[in-house]
């Protein structure tokens, strides 16, 4: 949230863009540690697990919107990572109740890893760009674009796709 209200607040200076990037690093190392760390010490608990997907989702969505409205992103990006994110909630309801795993599938990882990385290069766009060839960064924040937009798709598919497998089997298609 202090993202977002950095980014969207204060003008455009090299000290806005330092403190959204501190502020994103903060962010996706929390991400990486957290789990680690929990199964590291040995202080996993099934809220943990049920509620560190919504707390990545909803982090990630904080960043894109705020990105959409400072037009780094299209605006459909937030909204098909929304879209994504209640679809595979609505999958993970389906795997429970056929007794499947809920946990991540790699697809879900792979997300992760390509929205956070995608929201350093949108942010980074305009130093990024002249070095491609790209003077103004709108090529690499359209590139990037549609990188993240095409792999929450798919990692939504993916999902969906197991949740049907499910249901027309009635067991853990994973197994």
């Known amino acids: 949230?202090?993202?977002?209200?950095?980014?969207?607040?204060?003008?455009?200076?090299?000290?806005?863009?330092?403190?959204?990037?501190?502020?994103?690093?903060?962010?996706?190392?929390?991400?990486?540690?957290?789990?680690?760390?929990?199964?590291?010490?040995?202080?996993?608990?099934?809220?943990?697990?049920?509620?560190?997907?919504?707390?990545?989702?909803?982090?990630?969505?904080?960043?894109?919107?705020?990105?959409?409205?400072?037009?780094?992103?299209?605006p459909v990006v937030p909204l098909v990572m929304a879209l994504r994110d209640v679809t595979v909630s609505y999958c993970r309801i389906i795997w429970s109740k056929q007794g499947g795993s809920v946990g991540a599938q790699w697809s879900g990882k792979v997300k992760a890893v390509v929205q956070g990385a995608g929201a350093f290069v949108l942010l980074l766009a305009t130093t990024i760009g002249p070095w491609l060839g790209d003077p103004s960064g709108l090529t690499v924040r359209a590139s990037t674009s549609w990188l993240v937009i095409g792999v929450t798709i798919l990692s939504g598919v993916d999902y969906a796709r197991r949740a049907v497998e499910l249901m027309a089997n009635g067991s853990d298609a994973r197994a």
């Open 1 to 74: 949230m202090a993202l977002a209200v950095v980014l969207l607040q204060l003008a455009d200076t090299p000290m806005r863009l330092a403190t959204v990037m501190v502020l994103l690093s903060l962010a996706e190392i929390t991400d990486l540690l957290d789990g680690w760390l929990a199964r590291r010490w040995k202080v996993t608990s099934e809220w943990g697990a049920m509620l560190d997907p919504y707390a990545d989702a909803m982090g990630r969505l904080i960043v894109y919107w705020a990105f959409a409205c400072a037009g780094l992103t299209f």
